[in-house]
């Protein structure tokens, strides 16, 4: 066979070639095969949905949608921003689409949901960060669902932050959830497109406007953060009056993306969750696969009655 002169040597080439890490025991889970799962899928489908369980190659979409679980992502399926740990698509979106919020509500009446987690793509090139289509499908939900209880999560809204919160609490979620991702020091490589401060902000933006609202915000763990930098995250929270949070293991999507510096054990995630309850959050969710979304009906559930007996506590 004859190899031609400007070809790369194979050892040349297998240097340079991305290599996808292995996993631990602790993180690894099995491909999804049950009838519940194919359900789900095929209803998504059917309304034209995308998923960020789908898109973001969440490793507990086998376990969730069985249970007809799903975690819907409105205003399309490509970004506006390219984060080093994201596996949705970057590039110019579609346009919005109008008939989405009447899917989404009739999507949650068919899987009986009792808690929904609507989020969505970074939209940069719209107006107003498509907090528009949180609002209208918020309303869709009330009106064909009314006993489901609603939890967003949203983007930054950057530049429109201020209105966009405005809108999106007067449509009354249960809970608005914000992810902060990691610690500030690692936000130019990590996430280039945001600013820490600016997500605390939007949080604070959220209780300002209505303190019944519940807020909720995650980090990923394994990406070269320090232990102090992360307590001194929770503080950060704590101070903006964020209720919920949640703490999981970062995985690299691709051989693309940033890859995992460290794979945090199990007992240090139990040990970063004992320290974030006695911070004072009313819930926390923290172990390798844990995710913004993740068993997020009942955590509610634990969250709204943490909070009711520490307002009957209160009282007395």
């Known amino acids: 066979m004859t190899v031609l002169s400007n070809a790369p040597a194979a050892s040349d080439s297998a240097e340079t070639a991305p290599v996808r890490q292995r996993k631990p025991d602790w993180i690894r889970v099995k491909a999804p095969t049950s009838k519940g799962y194919g359900e789900t899928r095929q ?78 793509v970074d939209r940069d090139d719209l107006p107003d960060g498509g907090a528009g289509q949180f609002v209208k499908v918020i309303r869709a939900l009330r009106e064909q669902t009314p006993h489901t209880t609603i939890e967003i999560l949203t983007p930054d809204f950057r530049g429109k932050m201020v209105p966009a919160v405005e809108a999106i609490v007067a449509a009354g979620p249960d809970v608005y959830n914000h992810n902060l991702e990691t610690v500030p020091r690692l936000y130019p490589t990590i996430r280039p497109g945001a600013r820490y401060y600016a997500s605390l902000r939007l949080l604070e933006e959220v209780k300002r406007h209505d303190p019944r609202v519940f807020t909720k915000s995650g980090v990923m763990l394994g990406l070269g953060e320090a232990r102090l930098e992360v307590h001194q995250v929770m503080d950060d929270m704590r101070s903006a009056g964020i209720d919920f949070l949640t703490m999981g293991q970062y995985l690299q999507p691709t051989p693309k993306h940033t890859p995992v510096i460290e794979f945090v054990n199990p007992k240090a995630f139990a040990a970063y969750g004992a320290i974030a309850r006695a911070k004072g959050f009313l819930q926390v969710a923290a172990s390798p696969l844990t995710r913004s979304s993740y068993h997020a009906g009942d955590d509610f559930a634990q969250m709204r009655a943490a909070r009711e007996a520490q307002l009957a506590k209160a009282a007395r």
């Open 43 to 120: 209803l998504m489908r059917d309304l034209k949905l995308n998923t960020v369980c789908e898109e973001a190659a969440c490793p507990n979409i086998g376990e969730c949608w069985t249970k007809k679980h799903a975690t819907v992502m409105i205003l399309g399926d490509v970004c506006t921003r390219a984060c080093a740990f994201c596996n949705v698509k970057t590039g110019m979106p579609r346009k919005v689409d109008s008939t989405e919020p009447g899917h989404v509500a009739e999507a949650a009446a068919r899987l009986g949901l009792q808690h929904i987690v609507i989020t969505s």
